[in-house]
């Protein structure tokens, strides 16, 4: 397949996100929150004066949100002209996926089920490969 991806962790599980997606990987400021919104969209902050909306890919797939760390990081990527920051417990390598997409299997939940576009093989071992856009939707989205 010999696609890149970010290699991360998201819900304590391995994670990749296509790395021609990614605009960068941020360390995450302040987040400044925003009233009425779900709660997987933490806020905003901002990278380079632009505004971002923080979304918490743990609550996204509908698991308890990470504790915020000093060296917090999330992923920027651009959906139609508007930035978001992903939140993730761990970005740690860009690597290529080794298979294609195989199904993901059973057992992982109905948030990884639909937010997963199947599991790919990376040198880190099995890696679910996320769609940006059902993350970014959240998880009333995914059930629908």
């Known amino acids: 397949m010999n696609q890149l991806l970010l290699l991360c962790r998201i819900a304590g599980r391995n994670a990749a996100i296509p790395a021609i997606r990614v605009q960068s990987v941020i360390e995450v400021g302040e987040i ?7 709660p997987f969209i933490r806020g905003l902050t901002a990278l380079r004066s632009q505004a971002l909306t923080v979304i918490d890919c743990s609550v996204a797939l509908g698991f308890e949100s990470q504790p915020d760390t000093p060296e917090q990081r999330a992923a920027v990527v651009d ?3 508007h930035l978001y ?7 740690y390598d860009v690597g290529e996926a ?5 199904e993901v299997p ?3 939940g109905a948030g990884w089920q639909a ?7 990376t040198d880190t ?5 996320i769609d940006i856009e059902t993350l970014v939707s959240g998880p009333a989205a995914q059930a629908a």
């Not at 071992?125 to 490969?129: D, E, F, K, R, S």
């Open 106 to 108: 059973g057992g992982f």
């Open 115 to 121: 937010a997963a576009r199947g599991m790919v093989e």
């Open 98 to 102: 080794r298979s294609d997409p195989i």
């Open 85 to 91: 920051a992903l939140l993730v417990d761990a970005a």
């Open 79 to 81: 959906i139609d002209g």
């Open 32 to 38: 400044t929150p925003l009233p009425g919104v779900p």
């Open 125 to 129: 071992g099995p890696t679910l490969l």
